[in-house]
């Protein structure tokens, strides 16, 4: 067995910086971020989750459907019936109505529902037929307009669907042994599993579901 020490190799040399790369060693650029942007940003991407989850209905209200995304949640207090008026030929069946009426009750039902709402729902509300607004108002157009609205009601927001579609899944089975995964949550929801991906993840969409059910306590006491 050789006796001899092994020979120490010197450390090699540094090598070169790139043109116009970040420079090496004790004077190399300070990070982008600093602990300051971090927390503002941080700060802003809480203030953009608690937005969009302002828009979702309560955990225990009923999913958004097709006709308008009806948000029963924030209707006001139904109207009482109206009077019914003398029998005078079929028209006269049922409840007494004017344009001016049916407007007023459009600005009542805006005033807590917000004013992007479809006819459909509004119908719904007030426990009317679509052809008694448009014997009073005309068509739905121009009845927003009269009653002080937007033509059309805002553009529906597919990105908020499908997140209530998510969260809504998770909160009906939150009394699962084991929690859901991505492949289920999509399928029990009817997706795919881009858009869990495109809000960051199971992960992510967990931590969404638990803020969304902070901001309604009384639907996390619900068994």
């Not at 309560?58 to 459907?65: C, H, I, Q, V, Y």
């Not at 109505?97 to 007023?104: H, N």
């Not at 039902?109 to 108002?137: L, M, Y």
Request: positive net charge; charged residues 25%.
């Amino acid at each position: 067995m050789s006796t001899e020490r092994p020979a120490v190799f010197p450390s090699p040399a540094p090598s070169p910086a790139r043109p116009g790369g970040p420079p090496r060693g004790p004077g190399r650029r300070p990070a982008p971020w600093t602990v300051e942007d971090q927390l503002r940003e941080r700060e802003r991407r809480t203030r953009v989750r608690a937005a969009l989850l302002e828009r979702l209905p309560p955990p225990d209200a009923g999913t958004l459907d097709d006709l308008g995304s009806f948000r029963i949640d924030l209707w006001p207090p139904q109207p009482a019936p109206r009077p019914r008026g003398a029998a005078r030929g079929p028209s006269a069946a049922g409840p007494v109505w004017t344009g001016a009426a049916l407007l007023d009750l459009i600005r009542e039902f805006a005033a807590d529902r917000g004013p992007d709402f479809s006819k459909q729902e509004f119908i719904r509300w007030a426990r009317i037929t679509s052809g008694t607004v448009n014997r009073h108002c005309g068509d739905w157009r121009s009845t927003r307009v009269a009653a002080g609205l937007p033509a059309e009601p805002a553009t529906e927001d597919s990105a908020l669907r499908t997140l209530h579609a998510l969260l809504k899944t998770l909160h009906l089975n939150r009394h699962r042994t084991r929690p859901l995964t991505a492949e289920q949550l999509a399928r029990a929801a009817h997706l795919s599993r881009g858009p869990i991906g495109s809000f960051g993840g199971m992960k992510q969409v967990r931590n969404l579901y638990r803020l969304w059910v902070a901001m309604h306590p009384q639907a996390a006491e619900t068994p």
